[in-house]
Every structure is written in structure tokens, then in C-alpha cells.
């Protein structure tokens, strides 16, 4: 069964410590690794897609790798803003549905 | 318009009620998905729209729920009959076809019933 894992389930970190967030996941013929990040009542924004184990996408203070069983998204030098749910999904096998994880609170603390 | 958009944001309804909750897509987006999302877990899907093929409803948890799709637009989900376990938070998302990967979402419609 095609699972996704997130942890943990909340970080809290003060204004410029660095860290990761872990998704692992179970799936049967990976097509897609999906980063979103979700503000407070607003709908998931996408961030990144990845392909392929060894595959990096950056993007202002984030850098999103993927290995064969789990991706991390790296948050350096974090700012307030940067605070969020941030979601994990993949995409396997024919199947055009993504799995999602339950996410991870960040919340960085000025 | 700029984005998806929901209606309403928040709605409060009685146990037995129907309710209505409506998505506008992006404009030129033909693919339209509805999602549930409950605390702690990880969005539910529910149902999915492309262009003008058969919706694939796979993912309705009970014959209480049903969506419908306009025009190749406008998107309204129906839940009959709600109970409490239906409170959530619904989301709707839109994407170009074969773009499933890149979902645009709006900012959901929060149900509670009380």
C-alpha cells in the first residue's frame, strides 16, 4: 500500500538555526515527489518536484533532496516567514492520485 | 480569476442538513480535484474531474457525498444528510491536464457540524 510518513509532526526553531524535515515513503513506481507548503487557512502552495533519487531542487532558503525511500527538505538560516505546515506527496505507477503525508508545523521563532 | 477560488470559507450546519460547497478553477484549467482535510492527517481525496471524461469518484467515503462539474468549470460538492464526522476542512485544486503534480488549491471551505 502506497504510504507517506512525515516527521515530526511539529519543529520549532529560533530565527536562523537551520534543519530538516524528513518525508519516507512507500510507493510503487515512483513518478513524482511533491513539496507544498501551507499557510494557516489557506489551500497547500506548491513548491518542488522531484524525479529521481539523487535529484536537489532549491529554492530561496530551501533545498529539497530525494533518496529511494525518503525525501528532506532542508530550511536554511530560517526566517518567521518561513513558518508553515509543510506537506509532502507522492505520485506512483499509473496512477495520476497523490498520496499525501500529514505534514510537519514549522514554526521559527524571531 | 488569479486563483481558485471557494465558497463559502466556513460553514456551520446542523447534523441531517445538506450542504453545498462550491470551487471555481483557474481559468484553462481542465483537470479540478475536491480533497478532504482533518486535523493531523494528510489531505483525503475524494473526487476528480478532467476535461470531459467520466469523473473518477473513487475516493467519496459514502453515497451521502456527490460532485458535479459545470461547464467544465464551476465545481459543486453535496453532501447529503451530513453527520459530524464530515466536519473538515474541504479543498478544491485545479491544474493543467497532465499537470497533477502541479495542483493550484484554494483556500478550502471549513465545515462543522454541530
Known amino acids: 500500500e502506497d504510504q507517506v510518513t512525515q516527521s515530526p509532526e511539529a519543529l520549532r526553531l529560533q530565527e536562523g538555526e537551520s534543519s530538516s524535515l524528513n518525508c519516507s515513503y512507500t510507493?510503487?513506481?515512483?513518478?513524482?515527489l511533491f513539496w507544498y507548503r501551507q499557510d494557516p487557512g489557506k489551500g497547500p502552495e506548491f513548491l518542488f518536484t522531484?524525479?529521481?533519487?539523487?535529484e536537489e531542487k532549491e529554492k530561496e532558503r530551501l533545498k529539497a533532496t530525494l533518496t529511494k525511500k525518503e525525501s528532506f527538505l532542508h530550511i536554511t538560516a530560517p526566517k518567521p516567514e518561513d513558518s508553515a505546515t509543510y506537506l509532502c506527496a507522492v505520485q506512483g505507477g499509473s496512477n495520476y492520485q497523490l498520496i499525501w503525508g500529514a505534514g510537519t508545523k514549522l514554526i521559527i521563532k524571531p | 480569476g488569479a486563483g481558485v477560488s471557494q465558497s463559502p470559507s466556513n460553514k456551520v450546519t446542523e447534523k441531517g442538513k445538506d450542504v453545498e460547497l462550491r470551487c471555481d478553477p483557474i481559468s484553462g484549467h481542465t483537470a479540478l480535484y475536491w480533497y478532504r482535510q482533518s486535523l493531523g492527517q494528510g489531505l483525503e481525496f475524494l473526487i476528480y474531474?478532467?476535461?470531459?471524461?467520466?469523473?473518477?469518484k473513487s475516493g467519496l467515503p459514502s453515497d451521502r457525498f456527490s460532485a458535479e462539474r459545470t461547464g467544465g468549470s464551476v465545481s459543486t460538492l453535496t453532501i447529503q444528510r451530513t453527520q459530524q464526522e464530515d466536519s473538515a476542512v474541504y479543498l478544491c485544486?485545479?491544474?493543467?491536464?497532465?499537470?497533477?503534480?502541479?495542483?493550484?488549491f484554494g483556500p478550502g471551505t471549513r465545515l462543522t457540524v454541530l
Open positions: 474531474f478532467q476535461g470531459n471524461s467520466a469523473p473518477d
Open positions: 522531484l524525479y529521481s533519487a539523487g
Open positions: 510507493v510503487s513506481g515512483l513518478r513524482g
Open positions: 485544486a485545479s491544474s493543467l491536464a497532465g499537470r497533477d503534480n502541479e495542483q493550484f
